[in-house]
């Protein structure tokens, strides 16, 4: 057995079923196992990695910073992360303020956090409830995992954060039964990741506003997965035309190293005073000043246009595999599902034998979400994999 496998098994937690190679590499949507073995790239580290591998801009700003402290504390002012903040506040119409954390579940606390506070110093007691939807996924924390509905998650680990209820994803009449006065904020991702690669309808995103604002609740979107560039907007929420008052990001902000950002208006932003919240690593120098290159990029029109364009491509391209397992291609950008009637896994399992990363949205959606850089030719090539996996799994 290969020795890194050997030494993973007997000595880490085994919380994760991992395939029998070892990634030791990677340039542009290609990574390589310790054989020299090449995969293309359909996952990105789950949403992760949207400049791909050895990006030159990103190797360059860690040089810049490697002799120079990683860490001060958030009890110090420093440059890159307000410099950041400055580059998301501008690139968010909506948004007056971030706070910074380490990652999705870890925002997504936050924004309880900070909705509950808000609606304490405006409302009193008794406004603390949180309406998340069916299919949701936003993480593994306590109080994100009680905002998460699925069973086999919360089970093992009950008793969850209280004071959550759920409706059902892109139903106007179970949102309006949920939001009521008791409830301080409402989450939902614009496009489901891991619940199956499920765009919210207009009018569902129009809805919840508005129910939102009647009832005095705070409308907060999880872009931890669908946002910084992933559907083709920088923010997936902008084509909607509505407006949240707490968009929570994290996986690409920081090309792979560990963030995440909650982004609030002023009145939210108001009622968080020093002592409140916080974490001793985010919004370090080097994580920020990677992120600003990231923001910096994926924000550019140039950039946002070629993942539609190439989104676009690998939708077509996917209906037009002539396989009768296919049931329909959604999503948007490059966050695509491709809905079958068989089960992914064993799909994901062949795709390393024949050099191509993909990964499942629950049992039988194969989910696309290749680095943002992907070229049309790369797409071919993967949709030529894809379609020879599905002969070959029938
Ligand atoms: C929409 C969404 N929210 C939250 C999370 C949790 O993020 P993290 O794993 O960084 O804690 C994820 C992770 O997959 C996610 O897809």
New binding site residues.
Partial sequence: MNRTIELEQQNVVQAYARPPFVLEDGEGVWLQDSSGKQYLDMVSG??VNALGYGDPEIADTLRDHASKPFHYSNLYHSEPMARLAARLVDATPFADRVHFQ???????EAAFKFARKWARTHYGEGKTNIVAFSG??????MG?LAA?PRPKYQEPFKPLMPGVRFAEFNNLESAAEAIDDSVCAVIL?PV???GGIYPASNEFMVAVRELTRKHNALMVL?????GVGRTGAFWAYEPYGILPDVL?A??PLAAGL?I?AVLVTERVADVIHPGDHGTTFAGGPLVTSIADVVVRRVSDSDFLTHVQETGAYLKERLQEINSPHIQGVRGRGLMLGVQLDIPVLPLVQAGYEHGILLLNAGSDVLRLIPPLIVTKAEVDLAVDRIATLLIQVE
């Fill in positions: 789950i949403a380490n990652s999705g579940s870890e925002s997504n949701a996924f936003h993480g593994r924390t994100a998460t991702e489901q990741g891991e999880d872009e931890v997965q669908c929570c994290a996986k560990p995440g």
